[in-house]
Nanobody, 120 residues
Framework: QVRLVESGGGLVQPGGSLRLSCTVS????????MAWYRQAPGKERELVAR???????NYSAAVRGRFTISKNYAKNTAYLQMNNLKPEDTAVYYC??????????????WGQGSQVTVSS
């Protein structure tokens, strides 16, 4: 069974940094892309950053220049380095990946969510 396991959330002061990690585990053949979404209280879930299969990256306007998504192919892990954090970055962050498995074809999987709180 495929799982996306996240780590690295927490509480940080404005201007600080955090790094989130997301590892794909289980039996699978391929990962199409990996992305980070976030959902703040009372708001819809929104795309933060995506790392494409061709190594292309894209970011939301709100985080461009402050956040960096990267991927370690050998470890099936994606990272989200978040710098110069602002209170409006406070949200639950979710990892997302379309994964190909031998039994079920392509399906989209989600991580368990990581709370990021930016506050003084």
């Amino acid at each position: 069974q495929v799982r996306l396991v996240e780590s690295g959330g927490g509480l940080v002061q404005p201007g600080g940094s955090l790094r989130l990690s997301c590892t794909v585990s289980g039996r699978f053949d391929s990962i199409r892309s990996m992305a980070w979404y976030r959902q703040a209280p009372g708001k819809e879930r929104e795309l933060v950053a995506r790392y494409g299969r061709d190594d292309n990256t894209n970011y939301s306007a709100a985080v461009r220049g402050r956040f960096t998504i990267s991927k370690n192919y050998a470890k099936n892990t994606a990272y989200l380095q978040m710098n110069n954090l602002k209170p409006e970055d406070t949200a639950v962050y979710y990892c997302n990946a379309p994964v190909l498995t031998p039994d079920n074809g392509w399906n989209v999987y989600w991580g368990q969510g990581s709370q990021v709180t930016v506050s003084s």
